[in-house]
């Protein structure tokens, strides 16, 4: 347990001091949105209609952005070595460092929500369902992220590769945490996307230390 | 970077690699369909030898077979079916893009499998069979999405619709583009093959989860319900096409798969013969070079 | 000649039917092609390796 905390504080201390990561995720995500918004016009109508779709894949692409440095500068200098023969068993270091990973992304994702709901018109009943949507789909993002991160270490043209890997995987929540933000089947939707999150972290650890492992053989 | 010395596996006598930790892959789920071909395969082919020697006798008899099954298909889907009441001539396209669809899917879940088999029980040629299926599935899928765009077009009126259906199978092609990637995407083949079992497995347990997620959005967005071809039952005159069709596309791909496979076992024992005659001039040439005597 | 030319037409829906099964025997005949042409140069590159070694 102690070892969990310690790697948790250790990767989460390093992201807050670089700062690099949440600042180029929170950068993208606002842009992203202003940039729809330029886009399809500032009619609000079709903003309400559509804001909830382009607040998640916004996230979703953000959450994506420093995906590939998760695991990276460990693989390269062999902290992923010591990792993998330390007594804390590999599936809780990758649930540390990819808890250590949400919080220094996916939560200021959560957190600046509610502005950017503002930047599409969404009416007030709708934020905090949205930003409670963010808050339980972001982990099943990171989770699922790191199974790919993991997959990827030591490949060609890693970013690419990343996006193509979880592109498929991310439909599911990104429909659920879609469907949570409007009104009439918010709750099922937030239900499934909390079993889907619950899922991500019962199974994504494994599976990213398998991957680990291969990638360390 | 982590260049640890490995015994290079001699296709000839069969992999030794041994498992470096020894712990079994934890997520696969085994599925009914393969399951006689798999025993089948693991019992008969394990050894690589033995799958050169069985499959250079089976791949003519496969290669004409599946050719014949596919002319008998081709005669019944374009003379002998009828055309539909309602789509007319158009419905022949489904004899072409349901078989598709069937095999992208069944293709899927025999990567699946064979990824569940080079992980768990470190079969030799599991890896093998699930990259160089990979692709025939993908083909499958491409040729199921392009049909059935074509046989939108004259029925929905859209090039594309974001029917559940047709969504899924998108997504399958992405998870499909996503494999072959990642296989490929390594230096070192035995390294992509072994991301590529995870991937895979991580796939196929996503598969329903993302076909659910699917039939969930559509039914959201889209109460108006799309024309389904044929109802619940179809005639025979209909399936029988539509069957001999699907036989023959699986013909094709045990076809593809075994003349695949072998060219997959070629090219590893080349360049395993090639590493090893390489390696022995250069030790024969560095040996003098080494000596303390040389005064480089 | 008419029944060839209806076959042909397939009720109007030609500019469908005719792609579609063009477009499967194009992707899946192109595999095979691939495929076959990419196994023929395993097996020369093969044989060309165990000439050497027995030289």
């Known amino acids: 347990m102690a070892a969990f905390v310690g790697l948790f504080r250790h990767d989460f201390g390093l992201a807050l001091r670089q700062g690099g990561d949440t600042g180029l995720v929170l950068g993208f995500f606002v842009l992203v949105v202003v940039l729809f918004a330029f886009g399809v016009g500032p009619e609000a109508a079709t903003l309400r209609r559509i804001g909830p779709g382009i607040i998640w894949v916004a996230a979703l692409l953000a959450a994506l952005l420093s995906l590939d440095r998760l695991f990276q500068s460990d693989y390269e200098d062999g902290g992923l070595d010591l990792l993998a023969l330390a007594d804390l068993p590999l599936a809780f270091g990758v649930l540390a460092k990819t808890a250590a ?39 099943a993002l990171s989770l699922i992220g790191s ?70 053989e | 970077m982590n260049e640890r010395r490995r015994r290079i ?136 999405l392009a049909s059935g765009s074509l046989w939108g077009r004259p029925m929905w009126g859209t090039w594309w619709v974001w029917d559940a259906r047709l969504t899924s199978v998108l997504v399958l092609f992405f998870l499909y583009l996503g494999y072959i990637a990642l296989v490929n995407a390594f230096d070192n083949p035995d390294r992509g093959g072994r991301a590529g079992s995870v991937l895979a497995l991580v796939g196929v347990i996503n598969l329903p989860i993302i076909k659910f997620s699917v039939d969930w959005w559509n039914t959201l967005h889209q ?53 090893g005659g390489a390696a022995a001039p250069a030790r024969a040439s560095r040996r003098p070079a080494m000596s303390p005597a040389a005064g480089r | ?25 194009a992707v899946l005949g192109g595999l095979a092609l691939y495929s076959w042409r990419r196994y023929r140069a395993s097996q020369r590159a093969l044989a060309e390796i165990e000439r050497h070694r027995r030289r």
Not at chain 1, 168 to 185: E, H, N, R, S
Not at chain 2, 57 to 82: K, M, N, Q, R, T
């Open chain 1, 101 to 139: 990973y949400w919080a220094a992304t996916g939560l200021p994702l959560v957190a600046i929500s509610p502005l950017l709901a503002l930047a599409v018109d969404l009416d007030a009943a709708a934020i905090p369902r949205l930003v409670l949507s963010l808050l339980i789909g972001t982990p």
């Open chain 1, 147 to 216: 199974v790919a991160a993991a997959l990827v270490l030591g490949a060609r043209r890693q970013g690419v590769l990343l996006s193509l890997l979880v592109l498929p995987l991310y439909v599911p929540p990104l429909i659920f945490g879609v469907g949570a933000v409007g009104a009439d089947a918010g709750g099922a939707n937030l239900m499934l996307l909390g079993a889907l999150s619950l899922a991500a972290l019962a199974l994504c650890p494994w599976a990213s230390a398998a991957a680990l492992r291969q990638a360390l």
């Open chain 2, 9 to 144: 596996p001699d296709p000839a006598r069969g992999c030794d690699r041994d498992a470096a930790d020894g712990r079994p892959s934890l997520r696969y789920k085994k599925r009914f369909g393969e399951g006689g071909f798999r025993r089948a395969m693991l019992s008969r082919f394990a050894n690589p030898a033995r799958f050169m020697r069985l499959s250079a006798v089976l791949l003519p008899w496969c290669a004409g077979l599946s050719a014949a099954i596919i002319a008998l298909g081709l005669y019944l889907a374009l003379f002998v079916a009828p055309a539909d009441y309602q789509q007319g001539e158009a419905v022949r396209i489904m004899y072409v893009h349901v078989p598709a669809a069937w095999m992208a899917l069944l293709v899927y879940l025999f990567v699946a499998v064979a990824s569940a088999a080079a992980l768990v029980w470190r079969h030799p040629l599991a890896d093998i069979a699930a990259r160089a299926a990979a692709p025939i599935g993908a083909a499958f899928t491409f040729v199921c």
């Open chain 2, 223 to 275: 109460p108006a319900s799309v024309l389904r071809f044929g109802g619940p039952t179809i005639a025979w005159p209909m399936l029988a096409p539509l069957l001999v069709m699907a036989a023959g596309f699986g013909g094709l791909f045990v076809t593809l798969l075994l003349l695949r496979m072998r060219t997959a076992l070629n090219e590893k024992k080349a360049l395993a013969l090639r590493l």
């Open chain 3, 1 to 25: 000649m008419n029944a060839i030319a209806r076959f042909f037409a397939m009720g109007g829906y030609a500019a469908f039917v005719w792609p579609a099964y063009g477009l499967a025997v």
